[in-house]
Nanobody, 125 residues
Framework: QVQLVESGGGSVQAGGSARLSCAAS????????MGWFREAPGKEREWVAV???????EYADSVKGRFTISKDKPKNTLYLQMNNLDTEDTAMYYC???????????????????WGQGTQVTVTQ
C-alpha cells in the first residue's frame, strides 16, 4: 500500500524559504511520477511541480525559478524547496504519486492515485 507523509510546513515571512518533504513507502519508485499540489482556501487544488520517472522536473509557471522539486532515492523522499516565498504561496501543500503513462506531464489532480495528508504553508508579510 502506497503511503505518502508530508512534513516541513509552517509560517514563513515573505521573501523567505521553506523545504517540504514527502516520505514515500509501499511502491516501486521507478514506476511512479511524484508531484506537489497546493490548495488555498476557496480555490481549487493547483498543480505545483512534478518529477517524472526519469527524474525530469516540470513546474507551474507561478513557481518556476523559485521552487525546486527533488528526490532522495535511498531515503524514498521527495522534496520541494521553496524560495522567495510570497503571500500568494500560502496554501495546504500535498504530495501525490501517479502511475499513469502520461504522468510526466500530468497536472490534473485526477491523474494522481495516491495523496498525502498535506502540510500547511503560511507566508506572512
Amino acid at each position: 500500500q502506497v503511503q505518502l507523509v508530508e512534513s516541513g510546513g509552517g509560517s514563513v515571512q515573505a521573501g523567505g524559504s521553506a523545504r517540504l518533504s514527502c516520505a514515500a513507502s509501499g511502491y516501486s519508485e521507478d514506476s511512479y511520477c511524484m508531484g506537489w499540489f497546493r490548495e488555498a482556501p476557496g480555490k481549487e487544488r493547483e498543480w505545483v511541480a512534478v518529477m517524472a520517472t526519469n527524474g525530469d522536473p516540470e513546474y507551474a509557471d507561478s513557481v518556476k525559478g523559485r521552487f525546486t522539486i527533488s528526490k532522495d532515492k535511498p531515503k524514498n523522499t521527495l522534496y520541494l524547496q521553496m524560495n522567495n516565498l510570497d503571500t500568494e504561496d500560502t496554501a495546504m501543500y500535498y504530495c501525490a504519486a501517479s502511475t499513469k503513462w502520461y504522468c510526466s506531464s500530468a497536472i490534473e489532480p485526477i491523474s494522481y492515485e495516491y495523496w498525502g495528508q498535506g502540510t500547511q504553508v503560511t507566508v506572512t508579510q
